[in-house]
């Protein structure tokens, strides 16, 4: 399976910003995860928001579902609301697929913590501008799907989707493009990180 690097910095930057963490505190683990709930995911069909994303839903189906669960996220009222969000976001993730990447000491279960736990502040500052209507969000999606490339005639197991995003200070030059990376993991298309287009700001359709 291939991947891509510029998306992949972000999880090492998390992992490395953990294992910093440890060091730091001089704790272990119980000090870095003191009050977090490390979740044991597993991939499976689940419906949120009403959308039921089993092994025939779209990615961009399940990529609506994540960006709303992180607005939700970042604009919960207080922790229960947050863990609540957590929970759909963790239910969206590519677990196995993560846990592939995983060149860390860290076990499986706190190593996608790490990735996912970082997807929302990633991302926070637009996540007012993510879509809170599966038809809205589905006509500012620009899917590509990404092929092996010695196996070309295969069909795709990764992709990406694209939206581009409004700065809150209204400033259209400010603007930017969001990227959701998808991959089938399982027979289900679930997420394994996210980011921005750091070569474009807007999308040309």
Known sequence: MRWNR??????????????????????GDDARLAG????????????????????????EQVAFAL???IRDDVSAKNGEDREA?????FD??????IQ???????PRDEFIHDVVYHWAPTVSHYAWNFETEW????ARFVRKDLKPVKEAKTEATECEIAMQLADPSGDPKASVVMLVWLAQDNGYWRVTHLGFDPTRRTLER
């Open 36 to 59: 977090r709930k490390i979740r044991s995911v597993t991939v499976r069909g689940v419906t949120v928001y009403g959308v039921t994303l089993d092994q025939q839903a779209s990615p």
């Open 85 to 89: 969000a957590l929970d759909k976001e």
């Open 135 to 138: 038809e809205k969000a589905a």
């Open 67 to 69: 960006l709303r669960a």
């Open 6 to 27: 510029r998306g992949w910095r972000c999880i090492g930057a998390a992992a490395v910003t953990a294992a910093t963490v440890i060091v730091w505190c001089g704790c």
């Open 100 to 106: 592939n990447k995983n060149h860390t000491s860290l």
């Open 92 to 97: 969206l993730c590519a677990a196995d697929a």
